[in-house]
């Protein structure tokens, strides 16, 4: 039996374009390996800060993000994602530049989970930063027009600690400012059926926002779950 080269790593068919950052990645976050059931490998992208890429708007790192992306498929990736929703801004200078699909953003979920909610109902987005989140980062990753749009900018913990990309982060607090932002998110919008979080660094607290509104929440982990079902299917034994 022969097998086919021509890759350097095998075995981790997502490649993850990652921010440059220093804040911790707990168990959960889209840059904490742990938090995968399958393997991956990473490319920080350098001077890709948080800053830069979420409050200034990813501008001239473009060239940055494609020659990560390309040296992770050099690797062996089969498909590239990033860690950062605001990245929706690449998604078609990135597909087009490269020779594997590409998921950029957890936002690109958003009309797929209104297709699977009942009559009257529809996703809304919990976003790190509505300040900065712009309708053109809506237009890019295919997200309906008038999707409910609401941020964890008011809280005590999470927004300042991760785009101000600090060495320690309370994860209590951090819980609870994305539990009351989905909170109110959900009080202001009566026809609000799934929760899709924008940023990659909510996942970790998916759970609580799920057990707090009751709704369903769609996450960059399922979203790249998703995705990597796609690149490597799963194999059945022979009956």
């Known amino acids: 039996m022969k097998t086919q080269g021509g890759k350097s790593i095998y075995g981790a068919s997502v490649g993850i374009l990652m921010l440059d950052a220093q804040f911790p990645r707990i168990q959960g976050d889209m840059g904490n390996a742990l938090t995968w059931p399958f393997p991956v490998l990473y490319k920080v992208v350098r001077d890709a800060s948080p800053e830069r890429v979420v409050r200034q708007g990813a501008e001239g790192l473009l ?32 597909a087009a530049a490269l020779p594997v699909p590409v998921a950029t953003s957890s936002l690109m979920q958003v009309g797929m989970v209104n297709a699977l909610l009942p009559a009257g109902k529809r996703a809304g987005i919990l976003t790190i930063s509505g300040s900065t989140l712009t309708q053109t980062h809506l237009d890019r990753a295919g997200v309906p027009p008038g999707t409910p749009v609401h941020s964890t900018e008011g809280g005590q913990e999470f927004t300042r600690a991760i785009l101000g990309n600090e060495l320690s982060l309370d994860v209590s607090l951090a819980c609870a400012d994305n539990v009351a932002a989905a909170l109110e998110l959900q009080a202001a919008h009566a026809e609000l059926g799934a929760i899709v979080l924008e940023c990659t660094n909510m996942v970790p607290y998916a759970a609580d926002i799920r057990a707090a509104t009751g709704l369903p929440v769609f996450t960059i982990e399922s979203f790249v779950s998703w995705f990597h079902s796609g690149l490597a299917p799963r194999k059945y034994p022979a009956p």
């Open 63 to 94: 060239d940055n993000f494609i020659d990560a992306a390309r040296e992770l498929v050099r690797d062996g990736v089969d498909g590239i994602t990033t860690n950062c929703g605001f990245l929706s801004l690449y998604q078609a200078e990135l």
